[in-house]
């Protein structure tokens, strides 16, 4: 398994800074959240400073997916905003076709966004429609640059389940280049399903995986272990469904010891992957 860790977590270190340890630490490579101080797409000298980063992926032989879920990027007072729901919503659709730009320069796997929360004047009709039209001017430009999309699921946002992303999947045509990033500690907080029926379900569609330990009905990302998931059934849901992306750590708010916290989450993940391997040999006995 090809297991990678989030930059949101390493956000006091210098971008190629956190890219070393996390190479040095064996992670298989990174899902880099666009941000002020981890190339921001919105500075000057952005081509050479993507430039840059690529070479330096390439270097430590770091695989990568872009993710957009930076909290002030956009507005300094209001957290995530603007979304693909607000009245200033082009915003944040510029925001993500500069995504996937770099993405493309970057040569990554994948560039992952989710819709964000229904403001409370918006009627959800409302939101709905501008929600399926900022995705499809992104899905333009994202086939026209030729990275994957995967839209997050997040629970409180408008899209905040599977049945949610099926639902916008459908309503923009159920286009191949729209897929799905699943987190799998989301899945535990508020899907219905046991986690690995979860994988299952959307098996076809993964392009982008997020994992984390979290406990039923509560988003809060949890270190391994702290949470209520069993992660052998997941690793091997995650086989069976043939899933050959990234599966990266997802603690953004770990980073006052994120070197320490990575080396435990590979530790960890690593034990799974071997008990889920034991677990698939006693079953073909």
Same mark, same amino acid.
């Given at each position: 398994m @090809? ?17 070393? +340890?996390?190479?040095?630490l064996?992670?298989?490579? =990174? ?5 002020h ?12 400073? =993507?430039? #840059?980063?690529?070479d ?8 990568? +997916? =872009?993710?957009? *879920?930076a ?5 300094? &007072? ?7 729901l607000?009245?200033?919503?082009? /915003?944040? /659709? ?5 995504? +996937?730009?770099? %993405? ?12 964000? +929360?229904r ?5 959800r ?8 039209? *900022?995705?499809? @001017?992104?899905?333009? %430009? ?16 408008? $899209? ?8 916008? !999947? ?15 500690? !989301? ?7 046991p /986690? ?5 379900t $959307? ?5 982008? $995986? ?6 039923r009905? $509560?988003? #809060?990302?949890?270190?391994? *272990? ?5 992660f052998?059934?997941v ?9 050959? *992306?990234?599966?990266? /750590? ?5 980073? !006052? ?8 989450s590979? #530790?960890?993940? &690593? ?5 889920? &391997? ?8």
């Amino acid at each position: 398994m @090809r297991f990678g860790y989030g930059t949101n977590g390493f956000a006091n270190h210098r971008l190629p800074d956190a890219l070393g +340890v996390i190479a040095d630490l064996g992670y298989s490579g =990174v899902a880099l959240t666009l941000d002020h101080s981890h190339l921001d797409p919105y500075a000057d000298g952005l081509g050479p400073r =993507v430039a #840059e980063i690529a070479d330096r992926l390439r270097t430590l032989d770091l695989a990568v +997916v =872009v993710e957009t *879920g930076a909290r002030y990027l956009l507005d300094p &007072r209001r957290k995530h905003a603007p979304t693909l729901l607000d009245d200033d919503r082009d /915003v944040r /659709v510029d925001f993500l076709c500069r995504a +996937v730009a770099i %993405a493309a320069d970057l040569g990554a796997e994948a560039m992952s966004f989710w819709s964000g +929360v229904r403001p409370d004047r918006i009627d959800r009709a409302t939101a709905w429609n501008r929600l399926v039209d *900022g995705c499809g @001017r992104v899905l333009d %430009a994202a086939r026209r640059a030729g990275v994957p999309l995967g839209f997050e699921p997040e629970p409180g946002m408008l $899209v905040e389940a599977i049945a949610d992303w099926r639902t916008l !999947h459908e309503a923009l045509g159920a286009p191949d280049g729209f897929g799905i990033t699943l987190d799998i500690g !989301h899945c535990r907080c508020n899907e219905p399903a046991p /986690v690995p029926e979860c994988v299952a379900t $959307v098996a076809g569609h993964l392009v982008n $995986v997020q994992i984390d330990d979290m406990r039923r009905g $509560v988003h #809060e990302h949890l270190e391994f *272990g702290e949470g209520e998931i069993d992660f052998p059934p997941v690793l091997r849901a995650l086989t069976d469904a043939g899933y050959r *992306g990234l599966i990266s /750590v997802e603690l953004p708010r770990h980073c !006052h010891a994120a070197p320490v916290v990575a080396a435990r989450s590979i #530790e960890f993940l &690593r034990e799974a992957e071997k008990a889920s &391997r034991r677990d698939a040999e006693g079953s073909t006995r």
